[in-house]
């Protein structure tokens, strides 16, 4: 009895209606009753995940978020400086970029560094860019030691800011520099320099007078007389007279005391030293110039950049603020065959080149 009314069950679910004595429900009716309950909907929050701060929550999608809101209200105070004060967004934007750029430095001066002590290499077996930045950092941080010193009383930083702010160039490093101010201080850093270049010219040509032999007093005098017009001196003449800079009378140990000071302002050194600590000051530069142009021309000059290029004109006595990158390059090519073809005996004649190869080359003087 009862199977006979399972299948007239199936059979009314089949046809679309079951009949369950006087009462008919539909099929369809039947099967919601006999499902099982769903569960309850589950409670979303409404808020956005990044903004609870649940014990729970990804730390590194926290500080992400926080990162990215702090961007955002950095962005919006750079836009309002840029609108109401734009020279002060000017100083402020060289600063930040200044501090990015200087901690990136000191970051690959550490790893430089650090393959020097691994690899148990000197100075002079690093290639030409990890010694330039090497050479260009340690500089800097000499220029930076002085505001560090006065900054550390209390309260003495507040002045620090107002002397950096009115003197730049003295106290500023270049990474706190403006592009204008960049190009201004580097003309007055080499007008500086220029002072002193005719005394060095006019220095050799009296001395060469009193010369013994013949054929190099004409050589040197020529070489002399050639710059003091106006023109520029071939690399060969230069390395005609190279035995005279290696011991009397141009020797690097027997140069006169304002001989000395005079190269020492060429090369940025200062002049207020006694004269043992000038003559040995002047060498380890001239060395260490040396060193980095034989780098270069390993590396070769046609793989430079052209601030790279105009960089190292500047630093070797040539104002490439004045001329274009393939002029800096030639001049740079002159130099290179100059400096890699002298001994450490003939020093001296590089540090005298700065002054004869850069004095009237194209516009540089001016």
């Known amino acids: 009895m009862a199977l006979s009314r399972l299948g007239c069950c199936r059979g009314g679910l089949r046809g679309g209606l079951l009949s369950l004595g006087p009462v008919t429900i539909p099929a369809t009716g039947l099967r919601r009753l006999l499902r099982a309950p769903e569960p309850a909907p589950v409670f979303r929050a409404l808020r956005h995940p990044a903004c609870c701060l649940s014990t729970k929550t990804n730390p590194k999608a926290l500080l992400a978020a926080v990162v990215s809101q702090f961007k955002y209200a950095n962005g919006k105070y750079e836009s309002f400086l840029e609108r109401t004060f734009p020279s002060f967004y000017v100083l402020y934007s060289t600063f930040l970029k200044g501090f990015r750029t200087l901690f990136s430095e000191a970051k690959e001066i550490r790893r430089i560094k650090l393959n020097m002590s691994l690899q148990k290499i000197d100075f002079h077996q690093l290639p030409y860019r990890e010694m330039e930045r090497l050479r260009q950092f340690r500089r800097d941080m000499i220029k930076a030691i002085p505001i560090g010193l006065l900054s550390l009383p209390p309260l003495a930083n507040y002045l620090v800011f107002v002397l950096m702010y009115l003197f730049p160039r003295q106290l500023l490093i270049r990474h706190f520099w403006t592009p204008k101010q960049h190009v201004e201080f580097l003309n007055i850093y080499h007008g500086m320099r220029l002072e002193v270049y005719p005394e060095i010219i006019d220095g050799l040509e009296q001395v060469t007078r009193f010369l013994a ?91 430079l950049s052209d601030e790279e290029v105009k960089v190292a004109c500047y630093i070797r006595g040539l104002n490439s603020t004045l001329l274009s990158p393939s002029e800096c390059q030639n001049w740079l090519k002159q130099w290179l065959k100059l400096s890699c073809e002298l001994k450490d005996s003939e020093i001296s004649l590089l540090a005298h080149s700065m002054v004869l190869l850069s004095t009237n080359y194209l516009g540089a003087k001016e």
Not at 236 to 264: D, E, N, T, Y
Not at 275 to 294: P, V
């Open 213 to 303: 032999n013949q054929q190099l007093r004409d050589q040197m005098q020529e070489l002399c007389t050639k710059v003091q017009s106006g023109s520029h001196p071939e690399v060969a003449k230069l390395l005609a007279v190279r035995s005279l800079f290696s011991g009397h009378p141009f020797g690097l140990q027997r140069l006169r005391v304002w001989q000395v000071k005079a190269l020492s302002r060429v090369l940025f050194l200062t002049p207020h030293l006694p004269t043992i600590f000038l003559r040995y000051r002047l060498r380890s530069h001239l060395m260490e110039l040396q060193h980095l142009d034989q780098a270069m021309l390993k590396l070769g000059v046609s793989d």
